[in-house]
T-cell receptor, first 110, second 115 residues
């Protein structure tokens, strides 16, 4: 599975959009981009995933560049409950395991 | 919503004990996984199962075994607990990978301490 690079931390104001970048320059054609988050002392929570098209669900939007070498997770209106570590993962559809890197520690401030 | 339930949030056991961690999912998922998560080491796959009575070793199976007698339940067994098995244990489930790129959904984890 391709390696991902994320900033270690970022702050966000409550009510504003949070844009979380992820680089995955070695991604291959059949690898998907997944986003998870983990709030302290809880299990990881699935957020969204995509292959090459932009995706949106009730939690977030995922923007994947045309060359697929990077992506951005957008939390449209951040709340204090969105404070968590966010993980960007690239995985084959047929792959079995998830590998979490360091992630981005997001702090939403009032 | 997908619900993955782990039997205990916190568990304290003694060295040498046989420990059972239970996981149940309610979404008829074919695949189930056991991971452990340790600071600085990220998530590591212990075992997974893609069907009833089927199991595959992950990256760190030593000292562990698993059981899947029913589709909804996947048990992790520490045969003889040791202090280096103190960790956060996470269970996950997903639909078969044959159905596109189905994500894994996690339980809240069991924080296991071996004294």
């Amino acid at each position: 599975d391709a390696k991902t690079t994320q900033p270690p931390s970022m702050d966000c104001a409550e009510g504003r959009a949070a844009n979380l970048p992820c680089n995955h320059s070695t991604i291959s054609g059949n690898e998907y981009v997944y986003w998870y988050r983990q709030i302290h002392s809880q299990g990881p929570q699935y957020i969204i995933h995509g292959l090459k098209n932009n995706e949106t669900n009730e939690m977030a939007s995922l923007i994947i560049t045309e060359d697929r070498k990077s992506s951005t997770l957008i939390l449209p209106h951040a709340t204090l409950r969105d404070t968590a570590v966010y993980y960007c993962i690239v995985k084959w559809a047929a792959g079995n395991k998830l590998t979490f890197g360091g992630g981005t520690r997001v702090l939403v401030k009032p | 919503d997908v619900k993955v339930t782990q039997s205990s949030r916190y568990l304290v056991k003694r060295t040498g004990e046989k420990v059972f961690l239970e996981c149940v999912q309610d979404m008829d998922h074919e695949n189930m996984f056991w991971y452990r998560q340790d600071p600085g080491l990220g998530l590591r796959l212990i075992y997974f199962s893609y069907d009833v009575k089927m199991k595959e070793k992950g990256d760190i199976p030593e000292g562990y075994s698993v059981s899947r007698e029913k589709k909804e339940r996947f048990s992790l067994i520490l045969e003889s607990a040791s202090t280096n098995q103190t960790s956060m244990y996470l269970c996950a489930s997903s639909l078969s990978e044959g159905r596109s790129s189905q994500p894994q959904h996690f339980g809240d984890g069991t924080r296991l301490s071996i004294l």
